[in-house]
């Protein structure tokens, strides 16, 4: 069966520092991945998704950039945190193909609090 | 930006009763599908409707599409304390690689 891995659970980061969240999927091949932000209380934002390795799609310009280095990982990073970038952070795959129109299976999500 | 707009927001309702959350969109879509997220977890599917589909059912679940106003509903019959949650829908654009979740009902089942 397929699982979703993200770290760390919860992060606490000064203003200025950088970041690296990093979603692992395991039991697929070749999946969509996703980068997804959620405001407290709202729905989701779509930041990021990628249908292969190297292949990034950034759907909000912001400060924030993604990177798949490996088929199954799927890393979010920043180099300068900003207060806006507080939030819940989720990572999601899908089977291959019809990417963002097939069923998303999420990770448990990275609680980012900035300072 | 979001594409599917849940209502309502909130809706509080006593173990037993039936619970209705409608999700309006504005764009035509190949599928639509509700997730439900339980406070600070991720987002677990609970059912995908394409849209030549008016009518799907999961166990106590039941999900009707209308794309000539395109609008969902999703009912919860016989709803438990355990049903508390909040339930987006997400929309699948024809012609967009992603798809749009709204801003989500809170559902609160008092035992």
């Known amino acids: 069966s397929q699982t979703i891995h993200q770290w760390p659970a919860t992060l606490v980061q000064p203003v200025g520092s950088p970041l690296s969240l990093e979603c692992t999927v395991e039991g697929t091949s070749n999946p969509n991945l996703y980068w997804y932000r959620q405001a407290a209380g709202r729905g989701l934002q779509l930041l990021f998704y990628?249908?292969?390795?190297?292949?990034i799609s950034s759907e909000v310009p912001q400060n924030l950039s993604a990177s798949r280095p490996q088929d199954r990982q799927f890393i979010l990073s920043s180099k300068k945190l900003l207060l806006s970038d507080s939030g819940f952070y989720l990572c999601?795959?899908?089977?291959?193909?019809?990417?963002?129109?097939?069923?998303?299976?999420f990770g448990p999500g990275t609680r980012l609090t900035v300072l | 930006s979001q594409q599917g707009e849940e209502d309502p927001q909130a809706l509080s309702i006593q173990e037993g009763e039936n619970a209705t959350m409608n999700c309006s969109y504005k764009?035509?879509?190949?599928?639509l599908q509700w997730y439900r997220q339980n406070s600070g977890r991720g987002l677990v599917h609970l059912i995908l409707?394409?849209?030549?589909?008016r009518e799907k059912h999961s166990g106590r679940l039941r999900v009707t599409l209308d794309t000539s106003k395109k609008s969902s509903s999703l009912l919860i019959t016989a709803s438990r304390a355990a049903d508390t949650a909040s339930y987006f829908c997400a929309t699948a654009p024809f012609n967009n690689n992603d798809m749009r979740f709204g801003a989500g009902t809170r559902l609160t089942v008092k035992p």
């Open positions: 990628s249908v292969g390795i190297g292949q």
């Open positions: 999601a795959w899908s089977p291959l193909g019809l990417a963002g129109k097939d069923t998303q299976y």
């Open positions: 409707i394409r849209s030549n589909e």
């Open positions: 764009t035509s879509i190949n599928n």
